[in-house]
Structures are given as C-alpha cells and as structure tokens.
C-alpha cells in the first residue's frame, strides 16, 4: 500500500510577470510533478482573462501569488483541495506577505528554496532578472517571525537533478505528518500484565496529533473471528495464501484455519474504525481462547499496510506508522525488539521478535518456514492442535535500515531515530531476526537508557534520518538521532 500527498506550489513574484518568472515557474512544476509520492500538485493557474481571482478554480491573472489578495484566494483553494504540505518559491524577488499568508492559513509543512540567477538584462540600466537569491530571505523572515516550521531545501535552477534530492525528503516528511495528525488507532485487548513499558497518555495523543482511540474486547474480536464458518470461501482463501508464502510449514490445519478467522475478525475491525494502526493484545489470552499464537497472523497484516504492533503497544504502533508512511509504503516495518548485542562484535545487536516480520522482508524466501514455539527447528510431528504454533522463522533481507522509537513524558515528545546496516549471517535463530551493525552500539544503548525509550522499536529498510528531522519539525517534536 503506497503512500502519496497533495502538495500546493506557490511560485511568488514582486512586481511585474516577466519571461523569466514565467520559466521558473513551468521548470518547478515539472519537477515536483515528477517526484515519487506526490499524488498532485495544486497551485495558480492563470485566468482566461488574465484579472479574475477565482478560489474554486485557483485562478490569479499570472498562475502566481504577488499580492493579499490572491493569497486569500489560492489558501482557500488549496484549503478546498486539501493540500498536505506548501513550496514556496520567490521566482524573482517575491513577495513575502503573499506567501506568509498561505502558509499562516494552512498550517501545514513548508518547503521554501530560490532560485539560481539568470544572467543580467541587456541594456544601460544593467538590470536583474531574478534577485531570488535575496528576496528568498525576505519570505524566510516572513515565516520565522510568525512561528511557522519551515525547511529550506537550498537554492536551485528547477530542472537540477539537486532539487529533486532536496525535495524528496520534505515529501517523505509531509507524508509521516500527514499519517500522524488525525489518525485512528485501534488498540484490542489489554496489555501483558508487567509490561509498565508500554503504558501511554491517550490524552496526549489527542492533544499533540488529534488521534483518537478505538478500541476493542480480545473476546469480542475472537467471538466475531468464531463466526467464520469452516467453509466460507475467505477461510479458504487465506489458508492457501499462508501455504504459498512459506518454504517450509510445520503447523498444522487447525492453526492456519484459526488463524484465518482472527486475520479475518482484525480485517474488519481496522476496515469499520478505518484505523491508521493498531497495538494488538498477543500473549497469553489467545493462546487459551482460539489454541493459536497470531505472530504470523501480524506480519500478514502488517505486510498488506494494516500495521500491527505486538503486546498491546500505542507507540510501537505509532513508529511503525511513522517507518511505512517515510518509506512512502513501499516496503514494511518490522516491529522489533532491541534484543541482545552480539557476542563478538560488539556494535552489532540482533534486531528480533518472536515471528511478526513481513514474509515480504525475507532474506531467502527459500530458507522461510511457519513453526511453533516450541519447535523452531521443525524436528517434530505437528500437533493437531498447538496454542504455540504460528511463528515466522526467516533471516530480514540486508541492507541500511532506520530505526525508530516515539516517546512521551510529561506531554513532551521525542522520536529516537538511528541507522544501521543488517549483516548476512549463517546462522539459524528462532522467530524473525537481523543482526543489524551500528556505528556505536554504546552510545546508541546508553541513549536508550538515559532518554527512556523501551525495548520495542519499528524498523524499516533505507536511511530517512533527514525526512525524520524534517517531520519531527513539522510536529514539534524532539528528535534524538544517534
């Protein structure tokens, strides 16, 4: 499930439409229309005759802001259009108030950048063509004085291919804030009994991102997961799907049909609360009421967007919202454990959990197999029925990933952010696992400790540290990057 958002262009000019102002403007368009993530781009088209403000069409006589009055016009237009993040560009000098005004009334993520300047006008009076380069200081301020998170990518021509990479991390951003302002979280169930750490304030998540709560019985989820009737086609259906993922099962019928009906039942509770994430309750009640262990039952889901973080953890589930909606939903998170530090090399830690990782992230799908707890090294005969069978086992492809963590004290926010590189091992582990080298281990675990982040963290494939900084500004959030 990919991720996109809207984004509304607002190329400024000072005075007078020239031919330059008109070129940069068709030179930025074109590049942020060609950028990976971005749905639309709205922004000022010119008016038939070239006068009328017209703020259901987004009509101004240039396709361009110079004035108050077409600012009130375009921010009513793009409010309409429900743009997710602004650019702002000064084409020439532009015009600061303009600009300032639409991103005042919009209160969303804004990227500003100037442009590169032309080669002087012929003629005595040796004039400029642009000034970008000073009036883009000017809108700086504009935006500075009135308290408006900004971030400026740099100073361009549009068709550069740097733009493009100054740009990509702002769409990233915009879609982390995006996802996070407003969002349903579903929670089912309660959490393990001495599990303090992943207590929350749904207070605070009101206040700071405008979520909500939904939440849901354990046994309501499994009475509506009982009402699958052994031959209803869906139960089918996903039975099959499990059987073709693995390269090896050794389970057997009565876990992958029980685990069908709660797939199921969680299917439709995120489908009827519309949710953006949810924290689920794995341990031990669902081992007693449905004789199943629901880990791979979580990397299904998480692996097809419904992200779902173990043992009943909000803000496990909220990083993994963070991870999908920065990869722009190209690739899963991980929902993992900070485990154990190698034991001969010491900044490495073993990324880990008990078998939730998305088959998708295999390393080998021909090494992947669906166990039981009890017999990860699939030794032993199936039981007919085995409340511990139902855990991926496989090796997380390599590459760099980013890790992350979000945290609450006292109404105050943090998002723990560090990269690392998973390592290739020959080894054979129990659950779904990486070794993942980071530059210092040390300082990396004594941060955890000493700013209070737990054990659980989402991680995800790529290095999107900067779009990170980038969202933990837009949301005023305080970042601790490692």
């Keep these: 499930m990919t991720v996109a958002v809207r984004i509304g262009f607002v190329p400024s000019y000072r005075f007078q439409w020239t031919d330059w102002t008109a070129r940069m403007r068709a030179d930025s368009l074109a590049a942020l229309s060609a950028l990976k993530g971005v749905e639309a781009v709205l922004f000022p088209t010119p008016s038939a005759n070239g006068a009328t403000l017209d703020a259901e069409k987004g009509w101004t006589p240039h396709g361009a802001v110079h004035d108050l009055d077409e600012a009130e016009v375009i921010a009513a237009y793009f409010r309409q259009q429900r743009v997710d993040g602004l650019v702002l560009c000064p084409l020439d000098f532009g015009d600061e108030r303009s600009a300032a005004k639409i991103a005042e009334q919009l209160g969303v993520p804004v990227l500003l950048y100037a442009t590169r ?42 068709d550069e291919p740097g733009f493009a990479a100054a740009l990509d991390p702002f769409i990233r951003a915009v879609a982390v804030v995006k996802g996070l302002r407003g969002a349903r979280l579903g929670q089912v169930g309660v959490r393990p009994a001495t599990f303090e750490t992943v207590g929350y304030d749904e207070h605070a998540l009101a206040l700071k991102f405008g979520q909500n709560m939904i939440y849901a019985n354990l046994d309501d989820i499994v009475d509506l997961a009982r009402r699958y009737p052994d031959d209803d086609p869906q139960i089918g259906r996903v039975m099959a799907e499990v059987r073709g993922e693995f390269a090896q099962i050794t389970v057997g019928d009565h876990y992958l049909r029980n685990a069908a009906r709660l797939e199921l039942a969680l299917t439709e509770f995120w489908r009827r609360s519309k949710l953006s994430a949810m924290a689920v309750q794995c341990w031990p009640a669902i081992q007693r009421m449905m004789n199943i ?7 299904r889901l998480t692996d097809r967007g419904l992200l779902t973080a173990c043992e009943a953890d909000v803000l496990g589930a909220l990083a993994m ?19 154990i530090q190698h034991r001969e090399n010491p900044d490495w830690l073993l990324a880990w959990h008990c078998g939730n990782a998305p088959v998708s992230l295999a390393a080998d799908r021909s090494q992947t197999a669906l166990r039981s ?10 039981p007919a029925v085995d409340p ?17 963590r979000l945290a609450e004290y006292d109404n105050q926010w943090k998002l723990l952010i560090t990269t690392g590189e998973i390592i290739p091992s020959d080894e054979t582990l129990a659950g779904a696992w990486s070794w993942v080298a980071v530059k210092d281990h040390a300082r990396l675990y004594r941060t955890l400790v000493e700013e209070g982040f737990i054990h659980h963290a989402s991680m995800v494939h790529g290095d999107w540290t900067a779009a990170l900084l980038q969202a933990c500004r837009f949301l005023d959030i305080r970042p601790v990057v490692v």
Excluded at 130 to 158: E, Q, T, V, W
Excluded at 293 to 299: G, R
Excluded at 328 to 336: C, D, K, M, N
């Design 293 to 299: 262990s629901v880990c791979n039952v979580y990397s």
């Design 117 to 158: 300047e032309p080669a002087g006008l012929p003629g005595p009076a040796l004039g400029r063509q642009s000034d970008s380069y000073c009036g883009n200081l000017s809108m700086a301020s504009a935006l500075y004085r009135r308290k408006i998170p900004f971030h400026f990518a740099g100073i361009f021509f549009p």
């Design 373 to 382: 707890r009890k017999d990860m090294a699939g030794a032993l005969p199936a």
């Design 388 to 404: 511990q069978a139902g855990l991926n086992q496989f090796q997380v492809r390599p590459g760099a990933v980013t890790l992350c």
């Design 321 to 339: 919202l963070i991870s999908h909606r920065v990869a722009l939903g190209e690739t899963a998170p991980h929902f993992v454990d900070w485990t």
